[in-house]
């Protein structure tokens, strides 16, 4: 088994494929931007679920979130402390200075983009906005190890170094989410294999040509430590300390990385 283990490689997607990947992608990415222009005090998170599910219908794509596992929303939008998957709820009303964490999935022609960021309603505190610049800083140097040739813990460790420097960068210390990280993507959303956020270099499938992982850091002010609450899905910080998720679908090409989920 050890031989075989080293030869196993994460599949590969032809040049075609990565570009209907990116098509679907590119819908992700247009209802984020959507959702962060029109995210204003008083509205609630059900009011940013309806957006973006109305602009991934409008370009002929279905969100891929809705009725997954049975989640209710199209969007799940992570407030604060929330760190993911939160429901979207017509009782969660945004307030001036909260950190809005939405993650986006779009399903088109049968393949999915799946994508994530964090922005703040009005002004964000310093040390809010610092974990936020931080964590968006820390997916886009994680991923350039999104290369050919490399394991998939190399990303898992690009991204824990990159978290570890950013703290000086950003004058923030920050807490890797344990248990949570990124995955596979192509047909599904959740494909193998899971990408760890932290761990040692050069474990796991060979990375290849026209591999993709959906990459995403959740970083927090506090804890490492999180609890799902009794809806199933809220995933939030034990100590309360709030946190940001970035994520980019990203192919690796020969060429370099490849983000397939751009906000143009």
Avoid at 109 to 126: P, T, Y
Wanted: proline letters at 5%; aromatic letters at 6%; hydrophobic letters at 40%.
């Amino acid at each position: 088994m050890g031989f075989r283990s080293k030869k196993k490689m994460i599949p590969a997607k032809t040049p075609g494929e990565l570009d209907a990947m990116q098509a679907a992608g590119e819908i992700v990415g247009k209802a984020l931007q959507v959702v962060r222009a029109e995210a204003k005090p008083g509205m609630s998170t059900w009011d940013l679920d309806q957006i973006a599910e109305q602009v991934i219908r409008d370009a002929g794509a279905t969100p891929t979130f809705l009725g997954y596992q049975g989640f209710p929303g199209s969007v799940c939008a992570s407030v604060n402390e929330v760190i993911v998957h939160g429901i979207p709820a017509k009782d969660i009303i945004l307030e001036e200075g909260d950190l809005v964490s939405i993650d986006c999935g779009a399903t088109l022609d049968g393949w999915v983009g799946d994508s994530a960021w964090s922005f703040g309603i009005g002004e964000l505190d310093e040390d809010v906005s610092a974990l936020n610049q931080a964590t968006e800083w820390v997916l886009m140097e994680g991923l350039k190890a999104m290369i050919p040739g490399n394991r998939l813990t190399d990303v898992s460790h690009a991204l824990e170094v990159a978290t570890r420097k950013a703290e000086t960068k950003f004058g923030v210390l920050l807490g890797i989410v344990d248990g949570y990280g990124g995955h596979g993507i192509g047909h599904t959303m959740h494909e193998e294999p899971y990408l760890a956020n932290e761990g040692k270099p050069g474990k796991g499938p060979l990375i290849q040509a026209g591999s993709v992982l959906a990459i995403e850091p959740m970083l927090t002010l506090g804890t490492v430590d999180s609890a799902v609450l009794e809806d199933d899905w809220t995933v939030v910080t034990l100590d309360g300390s709030w946190a940001a998720h970035w994520e980019h679908t990203v192919a690796a090409t020969d060429g370099g990385p490849r983000i397939l989920t751009p906000r143009k």
